[in-house]
Nanobody, 119 residues
């Protein structure tokens, strides 16, 4: 069975750090672009960061300089290193990826992981 499994969420104080992981599991031939989105209470889901198979990265202005997205193709895993966390970073973080199984790539979402930043 093919799925994205997230881990690393939790509670952290403002100014602290946290690292999220998302691993593609199952019979997957390859992984294309991967990224992270987040949804705060009462707000729309927003893009946080993306990384292509060629390691080209893109960040939302609100996290630029604080967050770093990276990937390990051998492990089929994407990471989000979050530094200098702020209360406004509190949200459910969702992993997203284009997965090659058969033929053209298919888009998948992780189950979401809660990140809470206290003042």
């Amino acid at each position: 069975q093919v799925q994205l499994v997230e881990s690393g969420g939790g509670l952290v104080q403002a100014g602290g750090s946290l690292r999220l992981s998302c691993a593609a599991a199952g019979n997957i031939l390859g992984v294309g672009t991967m990224g992270w989105h987040r949804q705060a209470p009462g707000k729309q889901r927003e893009l946080v960061a993306t990384i292509t198979s060629r390691d080209t990265t893109n960040y939302a202005d609100s996290v630029k300089g604080r967050f770093t997205i990276s990937r390990d193709n051998a492990k089929k895993t994407v990471y989000l290193q979050m530094n200098t966390l702020k209360p406004e970073d509190t949200a459910v973080y969702y992993c997203n990826a284009d997965l090659y199984i058969i033929g053209r790539p298919e888009n998948y979402w992780g189950q979401g992981t809660q990140v809470t930043v206290s003042s």
